[in-house]
């Protein structure tokens, strides 16, 4: 415990439970160890820290509602599609019913795919809704490639209208941890949509690859990656990307992956990059997996 | 004409496995044949030329496009009637679909009883334009069975030159043009100038 700082509990005089820092430091005069313990009332900065996290959390859930619009349209086409399907089987079913000696097993059948679709659909729906409903919000043991497969799924329209080929490589040895599932789904919303848009500039004789891969590093953090071969950021443009209010794109805000990085510096993880124009880009994060997650 | 047809068969295009799989059976409830394909590749690979039908389509497509699949098409010279489905009927997606022919733009989720009148509309077209294209290439065989001088008389014919003043523009004798005129009419399979006329104007 010597040299590092821990925070704990400490009582106050007048009764208070106050959060401390306490480090011990050991030095040594003629051969006799000498400790020395510093206590720090940090309730102050606690108190900091939680309007930044409310800030934060603000400033996501608003960007988040943004993402939604942006996405919609292609969250229409991922509606209509089960919809379509619900439409046809019903319609198949009534034909079936009409027929001279209805054929029950062919009906319920059918019956039981409409089924199936009205429940996608609903999923699409339900997510929706919790991906813009509060701002301030509980973290719970999550799994990030579940995450991930999610914001494929809601970028699927996107991904196949520009012929991007996906490719998850996803570990399976990950432990469930305790973050805010919706943030974590908005950095990866966000790092895909920004690669989609460096995708669909290729010329079309080039395969538009979309990588995302997950493993456990060996600090024991979770690493996420987002790669793809797109056109690459330009290299003037690097140091700014993740600076607020800094976008190449003609409609964009320039909120994104400053928000990203705000977002994974919040779950005490680190945001990075790296990018070559004309072959690419990586976005990776990493999220601890134990302890630290608590604020 | 009459020819014994092979029945229609109805594709479709989606590579939406829930779309193909409903749309398959609704289709087959009404007691018409089906096949369905993932791909516009799939089905450049499958189609069956001899067989009158129509071709559902769907817009959004990896790899080729429901829009590009219809430029191929008529590269290929196919000429199938389509019906286009699509997720998010765009107006330049749509403009673009009925200026290359297209029988109707559908958006999804669409009235099916509209989608089966349009298949009916679109396969009644595809078995006009077999038989229109039928009786094409039976009339340009019998015009290609026509030596090159018949061809001149034809022409001057349908122009309704008379026979005296054809025989004085090809300077031969109407003895002569009386008998290139009773070849052309037996080649051609008609029994008047009238029907000559007729068949050659409508084509």
Redesign the interface.
């Known amino acids: 415990m010597v040299g590092e700082i821990r925070e704990v509990e400490g009582l106050r005089r007048d009764g208070m439970v106050v959060p401390i820092d306490l480090s011990v430091a050991e030095f040594s005069i003629n051969h006799i160890s000498y400790y020395t313990a510093i206590v720090r009332d940090v309730s102050l900065r606690k108190i900091q820290e939680q309007q930044d996290k409310a800030h934060l959390d603000e400033l996501a859930h608003v960007t988040r509602i943004g993402l939604m619009g942006e996405m919609a349209s292609g969250i229409a086409h991922e509606i209509n599609q089960p919809l379509t399907a619900i439409v046809s089987y019903s319609q198949a079913c009534i034909n079936f019913i009409r027929a001279e000696k209805p054929d029950l097993a062919q009906l319920g059948n059918a019956l039981n795919k409409t089924l199936e679709q009205a429940l996608r659909a609903g999923q699409i729906i339900h997510h929706m809704r919790d991906f813009v409903k509060s701002k301030t919000r509980h973290r719970s043991t999550v799994d990030v490639n579940s995450l991930i497969q999610i914001s494929i799924s809601l970028c699927n329209s996107d991904l196949k209208h520009n012929n991007i080929i996906q490719e998850l490589k996803l570990a399976n040895n990950l432990p469930g941890i305790a973050i805010d599932g919706v943030q974590i789904e908005q950095v990866l919303l966000n790092l895909i949509r920004n690669s989609i848009d460096a995708l669909k500039d290729l010329p079309l004789e080039i395969p538009r690859k979309l990588t995302i891969h997950t493993y456990l590093n060996q600090d024991n953090f979770i690493e996420c990656r987002v790669k793809d071969n797109g056109k690459g950021i330009a290299e003037a443009d690097q140091e700014k990307i993740l600076t607020p209010f800094f976008t190449t794109k003609p409609d964009g805000m320039g909120m994104g992956l400053s928000i990203c990085n705000s977002i994974i510096r919040a779950h005490h993880g680190v945001m990075s990059f790296s990018s070559y124009p004309g072959k690419g880009t990586t976005f990776y994060f990493t999220l601890p997996t134990q302890g630290k997650i608590n604020g | 004409m009459v020819k014994s047809c092979p029945d229609p068969l109805i594709y479709l295009v989606d590579?939406?496995y829930?779309?193909r799989?409903?749309?398959t059976?609704?289709i087959?409830?009404?007691g018409q044949l089906v096949r369905s394909f993932e791909s516009a590749q799939d089905f450049l690979d499958n189609y069956n030329p001899a067989q009158p039908g129509c071709l559902i389509l769907d817009v959004?497509?990896?790899?080729m496009?429901g829009l590009q699949l219809q430029q191929e098409l008529k590269k290929r010279d196919i000429y199938i009637p389509i019906i286009f489905?699509s997720?998010?009927a765009e107006i330049p997606d749509s403009a673009k679909a009925f200026r290359a022919g297209a029988v109707d733009f559908l958006e999804?989720?669409?009235?099916?009883?509209l989608l089966l009148k349009r298949i009916k509309e679109a396969v009644g077209k595809d078995i006009d334009i077999r038989e229109k294209l039928a009786e094409r290439r039976d009339l340009q065989q019998r015009i290609d069975c026509l030596t090159p001088r018949e061809k001149e008389v034809l022409s001057l014919i349908i122009n309704s030159h008379s026979n005296k003043e054809s025989a004085k523009m090809l300077d031969i004798s109407p003895r002569t043009i009386e008998v290139h005129r009773s070849r052309i009419m037996k080649k051609m399979q008609v029994d008047s100038v009238t029907e000559l006329v007729a068949m050659l104007r409508d084509s």
Do not use: C, H, W, Y
């Open positions: 590579d939406e829930a779309v799989d409903s749309l059976l609704l087959q409830s009404t959004r497509m990896p790899t496009d489905i997720g998010n999804k989720p669409f009235d099916n009883n």
